[in-house]
């Protein structure tokens, strides 16, 4: 996209938040996407952070930082059906329906909450080591595995009893944690020792490290594609995606550009698409066939929009917007 229709689009979005325009904003034609709808969101015009999706009841988890809580939003009514508050500063929040739990990162108290997702109440918090964030989660010894970003450490909790388990210290700062089904180990970024570091469940000691090429600096977020065998690492030091096979676990020579900031990242495993949402407000998206990527495009979509999920059965993509022409909605967009 080039300088001017860049400027365009920061401006359009500066309008939206000072609520000199309508909330409908036009998708640049180069993105893969069709604006849907912008839906009200509860809490107030603040901070949004991580999302996660139950396909099979159809609820999406958007953790509402500023606000304290997590919103639950049904995608198929297309409207928020409860909040669940008293969540600190909620970073994270990870939905595991096969044992009807939700999981929230209070890294204002420096806890986990154990939520039931039936009726949404908060079964337990589990104390974490200092600002906890993302959040995986193991199905075969049922665990739950938290980054403590300040801490440098992952928090082990066991699921079953509610209870910490372990503190593993990792010797830098923590980004973005996930698990790995088809090796069973769990990744973490190393954000300050630009590290990948896999985690054996079984023994919950470090496995390895995999340095991460000085092209990306500072590996905040991180995603794990099972089927296509690939981590996704995204870079908010330098603004560029990073690629690691779990094949032959080395980094591929290739990074990619993405927006300033990158944050959130969501992969929709049947069009094999990847999309990386940034605190710039851009949001970059790639086809992946095999271990090749291509870009299909990036361009600036709406104020902080740093945080997406996506719903392979419906196509749909969700981005929690704080501020649209004074109210926080939830824009989504279609995948053409």
């Known amino acids: 996209m080039g300088k001017f229709l860049r400027t365009c689009f ?25 604006w849907v709808a912008d839906i009200p969101l509860p809490g107030g015009t603040s901070r949004f952070d991580y999302e996660s999706l139950d396909p099979v009841h159809h609820l999406l988890f958007i953790a509402h ?9 049904n995608t198929q009514k297309r409207k928020v059906v409860a909040v669940i508050p008293n969540l600190p500063s909620v970073h994270g929040v990870l939905v595991v329906p096969s044992i009807k739990r939700i999981y929230a990162s209070a890294t204002g108290e420096n806890r ?17 080591g200092n600002y906890p964030d993302g959040m995986a989660y193991d199905p075969l010894n049922k665990k739950l595995y938290v980054s403590d970003e300040f801490g440098r450490t992952e928090t082990v909790i066991d699921t079953q009893t509610n209870r910490r388990l372990k503190t593993i210290p990792l010797g830098g700062e ?20 630009n590290q990948l570091v896999a985690i054996d469940p079984g023994t919950d000691t470090i496995a390895a490290r995999y340095p991460i090429p000085p092209t990306c600096e500072r590996d905040h977020s991180l ?10 690492v995204a870079c908010e030091g330098n603004a560029k995606l990073a690629v690691f096979s779990l094949k032959t676990m080395r980094f591929l020579p290739s990074v990619f550009t993405v927006g300033q900031d990158p944050d959130v990242l969501a992969f929709d495993p049947s069009l094999h698409r990847l999309y990386v949402a940034s605190e710039s407000g851009v949001l970059a998206v790639f086809q992946v066939e095999g271990a090749v990527l291509h870009k299909l495009g990036q361009a600036y979509l709406a104020y902080r929009a740093h945080s997406v999920a996506v719903d392979p059965q419906t196509q749909e993509v969700y981005l929690p917007l704080q501020n649209v022409k004074g109210h926080a909605v939830l824009r989504i967009l279609r995948e053409n």
């Open 174 to 193: 923590a980004g973005n944690s996930q698990y790995n089904p088809i090796d069973h180990r769990i990744y973490v970024d190393v954000q300050t020792l």
């Open 112 to 128: 986990v909450a154990a939520i039931d997702e039936g009726s949404l109440h908060i079964l337990a918090r589990i104390p974490t």
């Open 10 to 34: 920061h401006l359009v979005g500066w309008l939206i938040t000072a609520g000199l325009v309508g909330n409908c904003i036009p998708i640049p034609s180069k993105l893969p996407l069709t």
């Open 223 to 232: 995603l794990i594609a099972p089927a296509q065998m690939l981590a996704f």
């Open 65 to 73: 930082l500023g606000a304290d809580s997590v919103v639950v939003f």
